[in-house]
């Protein structure tokens, strides 16, 4: 499904909750706390609605969810606290995305498809999906500058230089919708709440406030739910106590955010324009990753433990059983063959 149906949907099932109430087009300007700074007990809210009018909302506990723009890290110097620190890795990937009707029944139109480049020597993505309405979205994008271009010929000849020629055969034939729209990245952002000894109590911080990865890993949305979900069950644990509640969420939201940061920020690594610090042991793991991939290709079971795995369906051990290293092995070993036998034909062929 496109992202704004997804948005709506989790909107109505959030409203249709009897104890939430949406406060739209408001903005939180700052905290309010108590005297000594100790605890935040409110916020103070601009209503766009009514002309800007500025409210003091009270509350026993405050969640900042305000995304990557999070202004917790100033808000807290301000208080006189430390600011977290921040690992920033550097990426400048850059995609677009394009939407084209579908007909349901035209080749691969209940499927969807993904390229992802063998990295370093290849740069670029692409992903065409169904959503609904009969539609195609498309996106396709580049790292270490290789961006996507924003007009349509350039964007459908960006399709053509995909190793598999599917994305280019749809948007060839399809109508377009809309135009291409662009998006920059240019780095995955963790701020270590974790590791902060001091921190207001009443306050707690959730989601892309917290750690924002490259969205081409499609994996914070996962992440932010796993965090309120790890929220929702110290709150059930302790019976809604919430002296004391900060540094024991921090560490849990840490070690829910470890693994897809490892994920996407090894990835990531493989390019050497990626700038940053870099997790112990990436190299090596990348490695094996690199054969799982090749795998992927000829063995639907290691796609599918794969998938599972960069959706944050399993942890990233399950990939190195030793009957997962098995099929990756012999997978590798068929593709080899397979290449040798291909490039002694191409060779009889040009005698
Ligand atoms: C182009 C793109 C594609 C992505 N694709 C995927 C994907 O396929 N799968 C996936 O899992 N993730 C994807 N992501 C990542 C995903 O969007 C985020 O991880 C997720 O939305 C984080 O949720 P959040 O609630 O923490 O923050 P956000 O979704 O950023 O929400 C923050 C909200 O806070 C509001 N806000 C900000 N400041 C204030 C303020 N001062 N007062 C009041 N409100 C405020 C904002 O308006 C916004 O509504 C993608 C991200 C991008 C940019």
Redesign the pocket.
């Known amino acids: 499904m496109s992202?704004p149906f997804l948005e709506y949907l989790v909107r109505t099932r959030t409203l249709a909750q009897g104890n939430i109430t949406l406060l739209d087009n408001?903005?939180?300007?700052r905290l309010v706390t108590t005297a000594d700074y100790t605890r935040i007990v409110g916020v103070e809210?601009e209503d766009r609605t009514r002309d800007g009018a500025v409210n003091a909302l009270t509350a026993e506990l405050i969640v900042d969810?305000?995304?990557?723009?999070?202004?917790t890290p100033q808000w807290l110097a301000e208080l006189g606290y430390t600011a977290p620190a921040e690992s920033e890795v550097k990426v400048n990937v850059g995609?677009a995305t394009q939407i084209f009707r579908r007909n349901p029944g035209d080749d691969y139109a209940r499927d969807w498809i993904l390229i992802t480049p063998e990295a370093p020597r290849e740069t670029r993505f692409g992903g065409m999906f169904p959503i609904e309405g009969d539609r195609w979205i498309v996106s396709m994008g580049g790292w270490a500058g290789d961006h996507a271009p924003t007009d349509p010929a350039g964007f459908l000849e960006y399709a053509r230089t995909m190793p598999t020629p599917d994305i280019y055969n749809m948007m060839r034939k399809a109508e377009a919708l809309t135009d291409v729209y662009p998006?920059k990245?240019n780095s995955s952002l963790r701020r270590h709440y974790e590791k902060l000894t001091r921190f207001p109590a009443g306050y707690l911080v959730?989601?892309?406030?917290v750690c924002?990865?490259n969205?081409t890993y499609?994996?914070?949305?996962?992440?932010?739910a796993m965090q309120a979900a790890a929220l929702d069950d110290l709150l059930a644990q302790r019976g809604g106590e919430l002296a004391g509640i900060a540094p024991v969420f921090f560490k849990r939201a840490a070690k829910i955010i470890d693994i897809p940061w490892q994920l996407a920020v090894g990835e990531d690594f493989r390019y050497p324009q990626t700038t940053g610090p870099k997790p112990a042991g990436v190299d090596l793991l990348n490695r094996y990753v690199a054969a799982v991939h090749r795998a992927t290709l000829i063995d639907p079971e290691v796609g599918r433990a794969f998938a599972k795995v960069m959706n944050l369906m399993a942890p990233p051990p399950s990939l190195m059983t030793p009957g997962m290293m098995l099929r990756v092995w012999r997978a590798n070993r068929q593709l080899r063959r397979q290449r040798q036998s291909l490039a002694r034909t191409a060779a009889v062929a040009v005698d």
């Open positions: 992202r408001c903005a939180v300007r809210v969810c305000t995304g990557r723009g999070s202004r995609y998006h990245f959730l989601g892309d406030a924002s990865f969205p499609g994996q914070g949305m996962t992440s932010a």
